[in-house]
């Protein structure tokens, strides 16, 4: 395996908790080389929307009795 694939498996979330794999000092390394991704987010809600009742579970509608 090469250098570069053997980079990039290092951190992978499967293999972290590997006994051996990885010093933990290793690992804050890679963590904080990691870019930011905050652009990516997006908000699930936003508060001054103005509807203060959780959507319908079911569709909305009652059965008729």
């Not at 979330?13 to 930011?36: N, V």
């Not at 990516?40 to 579970?57: I, V, W």
């Amino acid at each position: 395996m090469n250098r570069d694939s053997l980079d990039k498996l290092r951190v992978d979330r499967r293999l972290i908790g590997r006994r051996g794999w990885i010093s933990h000092e290793q690992l804050a390394r890679e963590l904080e080389m990691l870019p930011d991704a905050q652009e990516k987010a997006t908000t699930l809600g936003d508060a001054t929307d103005g509807s203060d009742s959780p959507p319908p579970q079911d569709g909305g509608e009652t059965p008729a009795a």
